[in-house]
């Protein structure tokens, strides 16, 4: 990110791109800007991801009403948002865009791979932590597939994607969303025998967990 310089603490993104067709000559293409923060790039359809953050003030009497941050009248809150982009020579042009923070509802940890975007998400008021993943269609439009309660009080835990599968692990517990079937997406939650996962591999068939002086867990995907 470089500072915009104008008084606003704003900053502007940029996607670095480095042309490694020559391996014994690589050369480093102009940058391209983009709003936000790359999630992901697919080199063979110019499609970019990101994530950006956008500023919402509400008035507030105290900071049990805030989500975010209280300064005594005011209720500050970045919400995050989700960007499809299509990269055409050396500009990058908006397709879709998505709010990932609803009202209580904040998103906790964002994990993506080349044909999902998965984020975790608390409900202030309720106490439950979800979990939502995002498809893109041909076009680079954004997909948003059904939420799913997980069976983790923590949605802030660690979150690791792997193709259509999102794994949370938090409080003891490995969440399993698997989203093959973007209509119906299922849920499994399995005990660990660590808090949270340290590193996650994920083979065809089973999750690799590492909980440190507790050693690696082994869960079948099966």
Known sequence: A???????????????????????N???LEPVNIPGSLLDFDVASGRIVTVDYLLEEQSARSWEECVGYFDGDT??????????????????RLIDTVILDRGD?????IAATKTRVFISRHDRKSGA???????????????PLPEVITGSPDA???LVARDERAFLSASGALTIVDTTDPEA??????????Y???????????????????????????
Do not use: H
């Open 2 to 24: 470089i500072p915009v310089r104008d008084g606003t603490d704003r900053v502007r993104y940029y996607l670095d791109r480095l042309d490694v067709s020559d391996p014994e």
């Open 26 to 28: 690589p050369v480093l």
């Open 75 to 92: 209720c500050r809150v970045y919400r995050r948002r989700l960007n499809t982009l299509q990269l055409e020579g050396e500009v990058a």
């Open 105 to 109: 509802q904040l998103a906790g940890n």
């Open 129 to 143: 932590a979800m979990v939502q993943g995002f498809a893109f269609s041909a076009r680079g439009k954004i997909e």
């Open 156 to 158: 802030w835990g660690a």
């Open 185 to 194: 997406p299922t849920t499994r939650t399995l005990p660990m025998g660590g």
């Open 196 to 222: 949270s996962c340290r590193a996650l591999e994920v083979t065809e068939d089973t999750a690799y967990c590492a909980l440190g002086a507790y050693g690696v867990q082994a869960f079948s995907l099966e």
